[in-house]
């Protein structure tokens, strides 16, 4: 226990005497002090002499005061002398604490402050010019001022790096608080390599602004590059130039908190919208060398470089995902991009003069089709139209190759070519929208959301009253010319809004259209190697896997009824996979398509489905049914809710064909008219290194079909049984999966999974332990 204080040593406390002056609150003066002429005077300050009298003052208390107190100290007893020095302790650290917030307000006032300021005026320094002028980013005059800026930003930038990093009293309060200290300093770090690497961004741009001004001042003349080869060259010098930049900034943003810091709300937004970039900038950056000539194609550095735009409608399912019903046109003049024009590919290939319509915007084009009208050969013999077209060619589930036709006949159709392919499904626009937030059409007066998407796309493109509104706003005529032009605008509109995001959404952005890929919601195909590879090696280049190597199976289907009935038909896949001892592998696989008629369907009201079923090579087919045969089975209005007797085809009663489409000789099948079933009627494949099981299958609005096949694989690989399971984009695939392996035992030999695969391969594989076996799955691009 402390002994209680001995109150007989203590001295009395200092009191002011009469020569001191008690502060009133009042400035005081000493006493008038004798004059030349013996006469009291005024006291005249002096600066100089005041502050050195003050000074000496203060020093005597000082020097007095401590007397005292170590007088007083020598006289605590030990454990009041402990005391006395934990409290000492404890107000020397919140002493430090409070030193540490001045010195940061003061060098954050001085610095960052002035920093900031610099780089604001830099900023201020293009603001105002007319709107929508962007060559004011290129007058040199401003790039210059600007460049003072960003030099004197630099300067102080570097200054405050500099005490954050070596100032003393600032290593003492980084004891203190260490992760605000290191965040300082890693933000120090930063900003004087961003400043460095604007400075260099700033002289280059002066060096190309003879270019690339002249390109943004005539910006409603695409012929008019932005780039040409030697001012490309200066930028992707620049590239180089700031790449270690970058990386340091990259490296120094890792791990950064701004918890605690004494910076502003702005500051802090504009810091966090920053640092998620770095490390994807930093990755661009590395390997943009390598990839020099293949921007500098896709650009159109030198010339020009168009690719077609297609959204594919998922109403109408085709083999990539939907029906291309519209294109435009992506041209690239020394990376100045041609106003993007959605066009109406039926106004090009298709006649609606009989029924009142528009005839074909542009003869030429039209007669060309007429001229030409048959599928490439792998796919003519179960091509069921005697015409083909740009908006038919994504014929087969290959990306590649599907773009590849769709290139050719836009060469021979139009009569210019095109160097890649770009196609989107609406859920891509969703992914989109879910980036940038609602979009407004303004024409329609509409607000596109994430959530509304798809019904605002079906009303103006599937229903009456829409397509009526759309003819009215747009003041077109027909209706197949009118129910397109929504669609469009909302793709022009979705280009624009992409462009013009803000920083901190980019990378959000780029995010979701690399996931897209995989999904095949975003499949791009360009005529540049480089350039395929590098889409391969980030997403998917949506490609039919070809190998041999291990099992595979991939269903694709293709709606060629003429309606938007798909909307309408959902997928569900059993497969019963039965390996034997020698590694044959034999598929018992079960397709049920459930089509419930939930609302109008634009077109004809039978589903007719081309279904293809692609498998190894020397897969051997062992059997099959609900596939359409040549015979008649049952007529309007005598067709049974049990339409077959093996209870393949079930529907609500009554069971209404209806009319179909003109079909050519390939599916002699008149409306109103249900075929008998069976087995593949196709077993000739389209696609080298693949086998393949086909046919139609028609199903009746509110019915449900049940379609089966079963083939043997012969033994692939070495690892044991692997399969890739390839799902077609643009729709979800149920899938019930079961694996019995003979090389398995106990339990571990029926392996199951399930799940809806929206068009993202799957590799399924039959791992061995100790325990017996595990079935393992894992996504493929």
Same mark, same amino acid.
Not at 657 to 665: L, Q, R, S, W
């Given at each position: ?198 400075? &260099? %961004?700033? !002289?280059?741009?002066?060096? *190309? +602004?003879?270019?690339? =001004?002249? @390109? ?70 590395? &390997? %943009?060398? !390598?990839?020099?000539?293949? *921007? +500098?194609?896709?650009? =159109?550095? @030198? ?71 048959? %599928? ?12 083909? @077209? ?392």
């Amino acid at each position: 226990m402390f002994d209680p204080p001995d109150h007989s040593k203590s001295q009395p406390p200092f009191r002011p005497t009469s020569t001191n002056t008690l502060y009133t609150g009042q400035r005081s003066y000493p006493p008038a002090t004798p004059g030349a002429a013996g006469m009291s005077s005024p006291y005249i300050p002096n600066p100089g002499i005041n502050a050195q009298r003050a000074s000496s003052q203060t020093k005597r208390r000082r020097r007095h005061s401590f007397a005292r107190l170590r007088n007083k100290y020598k006289g605590f007893s030990p454990p009041v002398k402990v005391l006395c020095l934990i409290l000492l302790f404890a107000i020397l650290v919140s002493s430090l604490t409070g030193a540490f917030e001045l010195i940061n307000g003061i060098i954050l006032y001085t610095q960052i402050t002035g920093a900031v300021n610099h780089l604001k005026a830099a900023e201020t320094v293009f603001q105002g010019g007319v709107k929508g002028d962007n060559s004011k980013y290129f007058n040199v005059a401003n790039l210059q001022k600007a460049q003072i800026e960003i030099t004197a930003a630099h300067g102080d930038f570097v200054s405050l790096s500099d005490e954050l990093d070596h100032d003393g009293s600032l290593s003492i309060a980084g004891a203190i608080l260490p992760s605000q200290m290191t965040a300082l300093r890693k933000i120090g770090h930063i900003a004087v390599d961003g400043t460095a690497a604007a400075q &260099q %961004a700033i !002289q280059t741009a002066i060096e *190309i +602004a003879p270019v690339a =001004g002249a @390109g943004l001042k005539a910006e409603k003349d695409p012929s008019k590059p932005y780039l040409d080869q030697a001012s490309f060259n200066k930028v992707m010098a620049l590239l180089s130039s700031i790449q270690p930049l970058v990386h340091d900034m990259s490296q120094n943003a890792q791990g950064i908190s701004l918890t605690g810091l004494p910076i502003s709300a702005s500051q802090s937004k504009m810091i966090t919208d920053i640092l998620p970039l770095l490390p994807a900038v930093d990755n661009v950056l590395s &390997q %943009a060398p !390598q990839y020099k000539d293949a *921007i +500098a194609w896709l650009l =159109g550095i @030198g010339g020009s470089r168009t690719i077609l735009l297609e959204p594919m409608d998922t109403a109408e399912l085709r083999s990539t995902g939907g029906f291309t019903g519209q294109f435009g046109e992506l041209t690239f003049t020394g990376g100045h991009m041609a106003p993007l024009n959605m066009k109406n590919l039926g106004a090009y290939e298709e006649s609606h003069t009989a029924g009142n319509g528009s005839a074909p915007v542009n003869e030429a084009i039209y007669q060309r089709v007429l001229d030409q009208p048959l %599928a490439p050969n792998q796919y003519s013999n179960w091509w069921p139209f005697d015409n083909f @077209g740009i908006r038919d060619a994504n014929v087969s589930a290959d990306f590649q190759t599907s773009a590849n036709i769709i290139l050719n006949r836009y060469a021979y159709e139009f009569q210019q070519n095109a160097d890649g392919v770009i196609m989107f499904t609406p859920e891509l626009i969703k992914q989109v929208l879910q980036v940038t937030g609602p979009m407004v059409i303004p024409l329609y007066n509409e607000t596109v959301t994430a959530q509304n998407l798809e019904a605002k796309l079906h009303y103006y493109q599937l229903d009456h009253d829409g397509i009526v509104k759309e003819k009215a706003i747009e003041h077109v005529k027909d209706d197949e010319s009118a129910r397109k032009l929504f669609t469009q605008r909302v793709t022009q509109q979705l280009m624009l809004t992409a462009m013009h995001l803000p920083v901190s959404k980019l990378l959000p952005l780029a995010t979701q259209m690399l996931q897209a890929t995989k999904t095949k919601d975003l499949q791009i195909y360009f005529d540049n190697s480089q350039l395929e590879g590098l889409i391969g090696k980030y997403g998917s280049e949506a490609r039919m896997d070809h190998s041999n190597a291990y099992d595979g199976v991939f269903v694709v289907q293709s709606n060629d009824s003429g309606s938007k009935a798909s909307q309408y038909v959902t997928t569900a896949i059993q497969d019963a996979v039965t390996v034997d001892a020698q590694g044959y592998a034999t598929h018992n696989m079960q397709m049920t398509l459930n089509y419930q008629q939930k609302g109008d369907v634009y077109g004809f009201d039978t589903y007719r489905d081309y279904v293809r079923v692609y498998v190894p090579l020397n897969s051997t087919l062992l059997s099959g049914n609900g596939f359409a045969q040549d015979q008649t089975h049952c007529t309007d209005p005598n067709c049974q809710p049990n339409v077959y007797p093996d209870g393949s085809l079930m529907c609500t009663a009554p069971v209404v064909v209806g009319d179909a489409t003109i079909y050519n000789d390939k599916l002699a099948y008149p409306g109103g008219h249900l075929n008998t079933i069976g087995g593949p009627t196709n077993t000739t494949t389209d696609e080298p290194g693949k086998g393949m099981f086909a046919g139609w299958v028609m199903i009746p609005k509110n019915c449900v079909m049940k379609v089966s096949l079963s083939w043997t694989v012969p033994p692939l690989g070495t690892n044991g049984y692997q399969m890739l399971w390839q799902a077609q984009g643009g729709m979800d695939t149920n899938l019930d999966l079961s694996i019995s392996d003979a090389a398995c035992s106990g339990s571990g030999s029926n392996l199951h999974y399930t799940g809806t695969l929206h068009g993202q391969n799957t590799m399924f594989s039959v791992q061995k332990g100790n325990a017996g076996c595990t079935l393992q799955n894992r996504p493929t691009w």
